[in-house]
């Protein structure tokens, strides 16, 4: 007799309904999963189980709760999971031998990575942004989808996306240009991007952006610089060359005690503080559970309070 109560998923139906999916819905032994295989199916990128989660759903049919069906293929002999890796293994933990799966008929991978995305992003365990982030810029590379139905289908900003593919295809025309974008942020990149279409320009804009270790304000100044320079290269490339003079210049210039450049990367790293606390919306989005975690961070907050308190008073006080 089955442990598990199966139920058939409205949402899973109309998905593959969409694709134009054939599929039958029945019963698979445990035994006839390519396990290994289906946990690099490319649903989710880095850890593919997480082990609360399954634990979770183990509970939940310990519980009796009804369980959405998996979605499979075949591929030489054997089933191939594209949706229910967690089902699955928790199926195993409560000791049953089988599960319900929609058994689909096709071995398109544009197909079987929209269903992937999509299901992770409407039933299962939420991709991280970053994650769905890369997989937005996959279905625009590789599938040849547009920006707009690759955010879409992956659950990110289209504005988002666009400004990862632009720092992507600057990183190529670096790369071409002879220069290692990696280690570059892409905040960076997206500054240096006006540069495109002058590449022996981009290449010494974006050297000197990795000596100095610039950032996107500093790219930026340098850009306007370039720009505002005589419409011949040499004038351009002279114009960074420039700007790096002003920079040896800015470094030994002191305001109030701190020296400028020390006092642009200060502000720039409390804004980016400030941006990357108001980025995230939850903690349980961000796979943030765990009661200790979550103490860790109350404390360290406090810190970070108590002394920002201070500095704010000593300012004040010293104005």
């Given amino acids: 007799m089955s442990i598990v109560n199966w139920k058939?998923?409205?949402?899973?139906?109309?998905?593959?309904?969409?694709?134009?999916?054939?599929?039958?819905?029945?019963?698979?032994?445990?035994?006839?999963?390519?396990?290994?295989?289906?946990?690099?199916?490319?649903?989710?990128?880095?850890?593919?189980?997480?082990?609360?989660?399954?634990?979770?759903?183990?509970?939940?049919?310990?519980?009796?709760?009804?369980?959405?069906?998996?979605?499979?293929?075949?591929?030489?002999?054997?089933?191939?999971?594209?949706?229910?890796?967690?089902?699955?293994?928790?199926?195993?933990?409560?000791?049953?031998?089988?599960?319900?799966?929609?058994?689909?008929?096709?071995?398109?991978?544009?197909?079987?990575?929209?269903?992937?995305?999509?299901?992770?992003?409407?039933h299962g365990l939420k991709l991280r942004q970053v994650d769905a982030m890369s997989k937005a810029v996959d279905f625009v590379k590789i599938h040849g989808m547009t920006q707009q139905e690759a955010a879409t289908q992956c659950g990110v900003k289209s504005s988002v996306l666009q400004d990862h593919m632009r720092a992507d295809e600057m990183k190529d025309t670096l790369d071409a240009c002879g220069v290692d974008p990696n280690g570059i942020s892409r905040a960076v990149l997206l500054k240096l991007r006006p540069?495109?279409?002058?590449?022996?320009?981009?290449?010494?804009?974006?050297?000197?952006?990795?000596?100095?270790?610039?950032?996107?304000p500093q790219v930026a100044e340098m850009v306007k610089m370039t720009k505002a320079a005589r419409s011949s290269e040499l004038q351009k490339i002279a114009a960074v060359a420039k700007y790096e003079e002003q920079l040896d210049k800015d470094a030994v210039k002191v305001v109030g005690g701190v020296t400028r450049s020390r006092r642009t990367k200060l502000l720039t790293h409390f804004h980016t503080f400030r941006n990357n606390v108001l980025s995230v919306k939850s903690l349980r989005r961000a796979q943030v559970s765990d009661p200790q975690d979550i103490k860790m961070i109350a404390k360290e907050w406090r810190e970070v309070k108590t002394h920002m308190d201070l500095l704010l008073r000593e300012a004040r006080n010293g104005a």
């Fill in 8 to 122: 058939a998923d409205a949402g899973t139906e109309e998905l593959l309904k969409e694709l134009g999916v054939k599929w039958k819905r029945k019963r698979i032994r445990l035994a006839d999963i390519d396990r290994k295989a289906s946990l690099k199916n490319n649903a989710r990128i880095g850890e593919a189980i997480s082990e609360d989660h399954v634990q979770d759903i183990g509970v939940s049919m310990e519980s009796g709760n009804r369980i959405a069906a998996c979605i499979s293929h075949l591929v030489k002999g054997k089933q191939f999971i594209d949706a229910g890796n967690h089902r699955v293994e928790a199926t195993d933990l409560v000791g049953d031998t089988d599960v319900m799966s929609y058994v689909i008929d096709t071995q398109d991978e544009e197909i079987l990575d929209r269903i992937r995305v999509r299901t992770n992003r409407d």
């Fill in 195 to 216: 540069l495109k279409n002058a590449r022996p320009v981009l290449a010494k804009a974006g050297e000197l952006a990795i000596k100095r270790n610039l950032n996107g």
